[in-house]
């Protein structure tokens, strides 16, 4: 769904906490799953349709499903913009 609203990519990995649900676990006893969480850096022009995407997409806006943030990022190397394609060439290089 970002993709498709205009994040070049992203960064998956998991990690643990709790949240409303995992108070409310089973007879009351705190569970802690892993929680995937996904960075992802865009242009201004597209922030507000990527964060909306994925709040659609995670059913965010329901409770208990995770939540998402913006947060402005004052310098970035290597991002390369969804319409520039490279080729493998110069993915191979150092």
Same mark, same amino acid.
């Given at each position: 769904?970002?993709?498709?609203?205009?994040?070049?990519?992203?960064?998956?990995?998991?990690?643990?906490?709790?949240?409303?649900?995992?108070?409310?676990?089973?007879?009351?006893?705190?569970?802690?799953?892993?929680?995937?969480?996904?960075?992802?850096?865009?242009?201004?022009?597209?922030?507000?349709?990527?964060?909306?995407?994925?709040?659609?997409?995670?059913?965010?806006?329901?409770?208990?499903?995770?939540?998402?943030?913006?947060?402005?990022?004052?310098?970035?190397?290597?991002?390369?913009?969804?319409?520039?394609?490279?080729? /493998?060439? /110069?993915?191979?290089?150092?």
């Amino acid at each position: 769904a970002m993709t498709k609203a205009g994040a070049g990519g992203a960064t998956i990995f998991f990690a643990r906490g709790t949240g409303i649900r995992e108070r409310l676990g089973l007879l009351g006893i705190a569970i802690q799953p892993e929680k995937e969480v996904i960075v992802t850096v865009t242009d201004k022009d597209t922030t507000d349709q990527v964060f909306d995407a994925m709040v659609s997409a995670g059913r965010l806006n329901h409770p208990g499903m995770g939540f998402i943030y913006t947060q402005d990022v004052g310098r970035v190397v290597g991002l390369i913009p969804q319409e520039q394609e490279i080729t /493998e060439e /110069e993915a191979k290089q150092d």
